[in-house]
């Protein structure tokens, strides 16, 4: 049985190399080149070519190579006997905790306006008072360590799920009156939620209309959870003061997009947590091993919930 990487837009040979250190017994094989289709059992995916798993007639699971599984759970080329799972591991998710800890530190002890005086040689001494509250929409893994991270820095944290479950150090909330409440209270809102049927749209302008005047709406969940023109309406009334973005519903984000150039968003580029090929190589044949055993793989995901 054979392993194969199908990641059209990213170069598999690092992974690969990583893969086979671990484990040289792997049959290991890269899109395009897949060999005979019927020995592949399992698939490592990133943005995986249409139609692809329709020639993998002995296909047992497929694997994200991120956190997102929201480019596969729909594709009705994986049929529903193979099982879907990811690799999110602890350093994805201590990255992505870095990357907002990063924005919201800064942007909370004004930074920028270091840059400026540093510019102007103004000598400028300000610190903020109080810790902020942060909302992190969104309670699984990258939510939890994040929420962990901000809880070392006595932030006030609240925590919106489907559940309503989390960590003892966030208030938490769910359902529509918890949306609400968590946009109301929250200084930085950030979105960590998967993209499925429950979420997509889910940063509107009636969330915005809720949240506070000069807050920050933080979106590195996916560029479908936010409605676009809802954000651009909101920053007018400053419902939120400003966004910080890293995912969006076209990437890369096409030169002429108002975003590029909007002096209250800050863009990054799909990068707040980036797979890292030592621990996605671990992860995959770990995941692999599961699978030719007869286990699920790893972060198997519930296909009815989208996540
Ligand atoms: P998990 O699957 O571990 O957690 C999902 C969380 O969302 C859970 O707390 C779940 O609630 C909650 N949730 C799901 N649906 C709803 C809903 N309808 N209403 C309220 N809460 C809901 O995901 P991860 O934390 O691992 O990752 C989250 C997302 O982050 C990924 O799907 C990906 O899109 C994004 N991501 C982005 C990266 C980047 O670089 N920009 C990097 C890594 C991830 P419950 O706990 O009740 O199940
Ligand atoms: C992921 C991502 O889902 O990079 O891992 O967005």
Partial sequence: MALLIATPDRDAHELARHIQYRDPEIDLRIWPEMGDTSEIAFVLAWKPPDELFRQLPNLQAVSSLGAGVDALIDRADIPARVDIGRLAGPRLAANMAAYLVAMVVGDWKGLAGFVEDQKNLRWNPWAPESPPAVGLLGMGQMGQHSAAAFAELGFRLHGFSRSGKGPASVEMHSGQKGLAEIARVS???????????????????????????????????????????????????????CAMLD?????????????????????????????????????????????????????????????
């Fill in 187 to 241: 200084d930085y809102l950030v979105n960590l939620l998967p993209l499925t049927d429950g979420t997509r749209g889910i940063l509107d302008r009636a969330l915005f209309s809720k949240m506070k005047q000069g807050s920050t709406l933080i979106n590195v969940g996916r560029g479908e959870h936010l409605v676009e023109q809802d954000l651009l309406d909101a920053l007018k009334v400053e419902r939120p003061g």
């Fill in 247 to 307: 995912v969006f519903r076209q990437e890369p984000l096409p030169g002429d997009h108002p975003f590029w150039t909007h002096p209250d968003i800050l863009i990054t580029p799909h990068c707040a947590s980036i797979t890292l090929t030592v621990e996605a190589a671990e992860l995959a044949v770990e995941s692999y091993r599961r699978v030719l055993a007869g286990k699920t793989p790893l972060g198997m995901v519930d296909r009815e919930r989208g996540y």
